[in-house]
């Protein structure tokens, strides 16, 4: 994909993401369908449906030969990266969507043959929205982020960490790690929307992001935007992050990222 493709295909993304904004902003007082997927607290609704569903449509008429890869199940069975593939969360936070009617975004990636080449994540009802094409920095609301400082310390950082991944029956990460890694920054904090979660690092208003459960759609936007403000994206264990499957994610910037992994992250599988 040369760079007018890019250019072209992030101002559709773009159009279709606004739009899709403003319809569930026209309706974020209408009565909600809420529904569970994978336990009592996993929820859709269907705005996440609806919304997923109109960039299906809208994506299959105008690039007949793209690949939609969504959370709500409207796209294709993806089991390759091969082509150009939308990686979707039409609603990222949706437990903040049903319970706040804010702090949710729609996340979208493009991927070529694995390759992130577009990220957006808008933030619906503060109508902020994060931008990147590959290679040509980041921006909000199409001000272009700075690049993250060229230093920074541990214990000067605040950390993106969901509070459960400090309970010590937790099943992916070793409870000492956790406490003592809480312990050495300077503060933490839950935003309840992995999208935005990247996007705040990426601005540089939080330092990192630690998270155990995230899938392709939660994060596909947020890699390609952080990456372009120098950010680092990896497993918590540091290895490359696989865009088809559930993944653990160490997010943050580059002086803090070994640190991080070599004296706190210890998995327990
Ligand atoms: P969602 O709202 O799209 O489900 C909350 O900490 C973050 O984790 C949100 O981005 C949320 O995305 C994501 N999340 C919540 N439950 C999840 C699950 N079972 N698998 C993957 N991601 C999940
Ligand atoms: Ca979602």
Redesign the pocket.
């Known amino acids: 994909m040369d760079k007018l493709q890019r250019t072209n295909l992030y101002k559709q993304a773009e159009e279709w993401v606004l739009e899709a904004g403003q319809r569930i902003r026209e309706k974020i007082d209408d009565p909600r369908t809420i529904q569970t997927k994978?336990n009592a607290n996993?929820l859709v609704t269907e705005m996440d449906q609806q919304t997923e569903q109109f960039f299906a449509e809208k994506i299959r008429k105008q690039y007949p030969d793209h690949f939609v890869f969504g959370?709500e199940g409207f796209g294709d069975d993806i089991t390759s990266l091969d082509g150009t593939i939308w990686i979707i969360?039409p609603?990222?936070?949706?437990?903040n969507f049903v319970h706040q009617k804010r702090n949710f975004a729609i996340s979208v990636g493009v991927y070529v043959d694995g390759v992130g080449e577009i990220g957006l994540i808008y933030n619906v009802m503060e109508d902020t929205i994060y931008t990147a094409v590959r290679g040509e920095g980041a921006y909000k609301n199409h001000h272009r982020l700075a690049q993250l400082p060229k230093e920074k310390q541990l214990n000067q950082s605040i950390f993106a960490l969901?509070t459960t991944w400090m309970l010590p029956e937790n099943p992916y990460i070793s409870h000492k790690g956790v406490h003592d890694f809480v312990k050495t920054i300077r503060s933490t904090r839950t935003y309840?929307?992995?999208?935005l979660e990247f996007a705040f690092v990426a601005e540089g208003i939080i330092d990192g992001y630690l998270?155990m459960?995230?899938?392709p759609w939660?994060i596909a936007a947020g890699v390609v935007i952080l990456k372009e403000v120098g950010g680092v994206v990896t497993t918590a264990d540091g290895q490359d992050i696989d865009m088809l499957h559930?993944t653990t994610v160490l997010a943050c910037h580059p002086e803090l990222h070994n640190e991080v992994i070599e004296n706190f992250v210890d998995l327990k599988q």
């Open positions: 994978s996993d959370e969360d609603i990222d936070g949706t437990m969901n309840g929307s992995a999208a998270t459960t995230l899938m939660d559930q």
